[in-house]
């Protein structure tokens, strides 16, 4: 099984509006939106639900007042200032650590498991798609990735796929990293801006740091091209594989606006060509065809 | 007064409206870059950092000597942070939340704490303008308690400005709970107006007075301003597209520098929001 993740340290490089189009042009296999907390891949996608299922996270501190002596031990454990002084917890700053519910001499503290979110497998015109939903102000989004991305593994098994495209979140912390660690390798979308390779290089540093595979695509390239050639110097001094160029083009907002991705909106323009050399050098990198074998399946057959 | 800048969706223009309200403002501000996974600020703040520190959290060091293996400290771990195996105990610190439960229940007081570098935290200033950001160490998973101890570093004095991260979900609210205002950054695409309908939900969790900045007002399906009037969201500066703004954006330039048409804008911008924090019908613009 080889799994593409797609990520970018900052947001709105384009790694949704790309994830899609690679969706036009890959075969046989699972898509993943891993951006759980701010996901559009579906806006694309228009997935009909086929499974639903509740994500149970973690579980919240509830004081019972009728049997609260009021004795202050929990606020006193409580490290994260989540007990105000008329023993309410604030289920914001509550950390799900269980501290005051273990401790508390009377057991007047429930912990409740919380719905955090659900999560979808879904058909749509590419082939089936594992997402997710958290909810609003919700915490383990690290997890809920991991569940996803292994029920985008084993629908992949169940259907005979051997690839799996994963759209993943902005950023470095718990979600990318749930995202990363087991990935064949990691397509940083970057812009050539001051903010585009501050945050692609902690992104590099990430991926090196779980050693996995990184690749580049500069996109919106010819906003800056002294800024895109610092991008792709620093690409190859850090011995990550450059995919491409692609253009600042306003086909990417309006096939966005119907629900389309760049392929099916009708328009040609060059950017089509681009993500495709871009998409090949992907799928045909060593990385992703570690035995120099490119078609496994015909291989074995 | 604390203006938090927020949008849902990442890469909307949130440092852009946070530094340049700030240069606007000059003096009387302090900007924290609460967005510790990627912090941006300092690209075009461009602040003299004075001092940088490194933010540690807690996690168990057990003694050995003392430890009897009865497990209670992996009982009450709810993060899998500890784990006894025979007579060995098991410390796994990147899963540790820092709760201290196990230091409380452990009966030999065999647990001492030592610390995880979550990251770093720079101090630094530019005419006058306070700058803070938060950077988080490469490799840590939870950014909300580094975002915290950024803002306990805050200047109550001050007008204090933060640049928030992306998405809905914990390190988003620990950059949002406890602000005055919540200035929402968007665009008008699909992308921007359901990501901005999940952080508006984030911020009537919190019952937070919030408004909108559109940017890139121009492109895209319209469908923004719509939403934000059946809302009662105000909008309050819209930024057209402008190649021009895009290139001193990827110069890390400032706009209010480059442009100085601008820097009025965003003063004003500030005037609304200082109206509509202080003002009754304000607050229950977003408090549904």
């Not at chain 1, 008329?86 to 650590?97: K, L, M, N």
């Not at chain 1, 190859?236 to 966005?256: C, E, H, Q, W, Y």
């Not at chain 2, 209670?72 to 500890?82: E, T, V």
């Not at chain 2, 399906?221 to 001193?248: C, H, N, W």
């Amino acid at each position: 099984m080889r799994e593409i993740v797609i990520i970018s340290g900052k947001g709105g490089t384009g790694k949704t509006s790309l994830t899609a189009a690679f969706a036009s042009l890959a075969e046989n296999f699972v898509l993943c939106d891993a951006d759980v907390d701010a996901a559009d891949l579906h806006l694309l996608m228009q997935p009909a639900t086929r499974h639903r299922s509740d994500f149970m996270g973690g579980s919240k501190a509830v004081i019972n007042s009728a049997l609260c002596t009021g004795c202050g031990t929990c606020i006193e454990l409580c490290r994260f200032g989540g007990i105000n002084d008329r023993f309410q917890v604030d289920a914001i700053r509550c950390e799900g650590c269980g501290v005051c519910v273990d401790l508390c001499p009377v057991q007047a503290i429930d912990f409740q498991v919380q719905r955090c979110g659900e999560w979808f497998i879904s058909d749509t015109r590419f082939g089936p798609m594992v997402h997710a939903r958290l909810g609003i102000a919700e915490e383990n989004s690290g997890k809920l990735v991991s569940l996803i991305r292994k029920e985008s593994r084993q629908l992949a098994e169940e259907r005979g796929h051997d690839l799996i495209i994963t759209d993943g979140p902005p950023g470095i912390g718990c979600p990318v990293i749930a995202s990363v660690g087991g990935a064949t390798v990691l397509v940083i979308i970057t812009e050539p801006t001051v903010s585009g390779i501050h945050d692609m290089e902690r992104v590099v540093d990430l991926a090196s740091h779980f050693k996995v595979t990184g690749m580049v695509c500069v996109n919106k390239f010819d906003l800056n091209l002294e800024m895109t050639e610092a991008i792709e110097q620093l690409a190859r001094k850090r011995n990550v594989a450059l995919l491409g160029r692609v253009p600042f083009d306003p086909v990417f907002t309006r096939s966005m606006v119907e629900g389309k991705n760049i392929f099916e909106y009708g328009e040609q323009t060059a950017t089509q060509e681009q993500v495709r050399v871009i998409w090949k050098k992907i799928i045909r990198s060593p990385s992703m065809n570690p035995l120099g074998i490119v078609d496994f399946k015909a291989t074995i057959q | 007064m604390i203006i938090s800048v927020a949008s849902g969706k990442g890469g909307t223009g949130k440092t852009t409206v946070a530094t340049n309200m700030a240069l606007a403002l000059g003096e009387k501000v302090e900007l924290l870059d609460c967005d510790v996974e990627e912090p941006n600020a300092h690209l075009f703040l461009k602040p003299q950092i004075t001092r940088t520190e490194k933010v540690e959290t807690p996690i168990p060091l057990i003694d050995l000597e003392k430890c009897t293996a009865c497990r209670k400290c992996s009982d009450i771990c709810r993060f899998n942070a500890i784990a006894v195996v025979g007579k060995k105990v098991l410390v796994f610190p990147e899963l540790c939340h820092s709760c201290g439960g196990c230091m409380v229940v452990c009966p030999e007081k065999a647990i001492v704490e030592t610390g995880r570098e979550l990251g770093t935290i720079s101090y630094g200033h530019r005419n006058g303008i306070r700058f803070i950001n938060g950077r988080l160490r490469v490799g840590e998973a939870m950014s909300p308690p580094l975002i915290r101890k950024v803002r306990a570093a805050a200047d109550p004095e001050r007008v204090t400005i933060i640049d928030a991260p992306p998405g809905t979900s914990c390190p988003v609210i620990a950059a949002m709970n406890g602000a005055d205002f919540i200035l929402m950054v968007t665009e008008p695409t699909p992308f921007g107006l359901h990501d901005l309908r999940l952080a508006v939900g984030a911020v009537r969790v919190l019952g937070i007075p919030c408004g909108l900045v559109v940017n890139r007002s121009d492109i895209g399906d319209q469908k923004v301003f719509a939403y934000a009037e059946s809302e009662g969201l105000p909008i309050l500066m819209t930024i057209p597209f402008d190649r021009r703004i895009a290139e001193i954006y990827s110069r890390g330039k400032a706009i209010v520098e480059e442009m100085p048409e601008w820097k009025e804008r965003f003063v004003d911008l500030y005037r609304k929001i200082e109206a509509l924090a202080t003002s009754r019908s304000g607050a229950s613009q977003c408090v549904k």
